[in-house]
């Protein structure tokens, strides 16, 4: 059933679109890691610089394995940066360093959105399973009101993908703008670099919203049919 051709026709374009994505994501990234900035800074050294700066205390910056793994927890108050990020002095490197630093002032500031998006991180999780369960025994069962409460359950998904655009978008208008206030790029050909590395990882979250879209449009059509038969 997840195969047919109607569940094709919906998510193939998701498919290609995640794809096209994450390469423009690796491009970018694969640029702009290879220019060093002026600063000298490395991605942990900007992050620091931005800690003090910003008079944030308690926040740590530790390491975490992996490439493009870096992220901000909010439980621990830590800031993880990947190698490639954290001992690196290139323009990628601090551009993200800085965004995930976007997120860690979110915190600090009690952001809504971001508020907002962790409290649905819960319910996403619950329906993102149980969502799809509900709408396959609602059908199995012509239970059509089971089918359609699958539905709103596992439309939690598309609602956590659009609550978290307002999240990463904020995060990289900070990063941005910190950025260049405390000097750690320099010139037009790194602000060039980090406007290109931030904005094509957000367009890693706006596909994810499309997708998360899309199969929720084809769950739709799914109980519709079901229902008219």
């Known amino acids: 059933m997840f195969f047919s051709p109607t569940y ?16 423009y994501v690796k491009a970018a990234y694969n640029k702009w890691s290879r220019v060093p900035t002026q600063s000298r800074l ?63 002032m979110q915190d600090a500031e009690d952001y809504f959105p971001l508020r907002f998006r962790s409290a649905l991180v819960p319910i996403v999780n619950i329906g993102s399973n149980l969502g799809w369960i509900l709408i396959m025994i609602g059908l199995f069962l012509r239970f059509t009101e089971l089918a359609w409460l699958g539905v709103i359950v596992f439309a939690g998904g598309a609602v956590f993908a659009l609550a978290t655009l307002p999240v990463e978008f904020n995060a990289s208008a900070r990063a941005k703008e910190l950025l260049v206030q405390t000097g750690i790029i320099q010139s037009d050909e790194e602000q060039r670099g980090v406007n290109a590395v931030l904005n094509a990882a957000a367009l890693t979250y706006v596909a994810g919203l499309v997708t998360a879209i899309l199969q929720l449009l084809y769950y739709v059509s799914l109980v519709s049919g079901g229902r008219r038969r």
């Open 8 to 23: 094709l026709m919906y998510m193939i374009p998701a498919f290609i679109l995640m794809a096209l994505t994450s390469w």
């Open 42 to 104: 490395t991605g942990a050294q900007a992050a620091q610089r931005l800690l003090s700066t910003g008079g944030m205390v308690g926040v740590q910056i530790q390491g975490v394995a992996g490439n493009l793994t870096d992220h901000y927890d909010p439980r621990n108050k830590t800031l993880f940066l990947s190698p490639g990020v954290a001992n690196v002095a290139s323009v990628a490197s601090v551009a993200i360093a800085a965004h995930e630093l976007g997120h860690a």
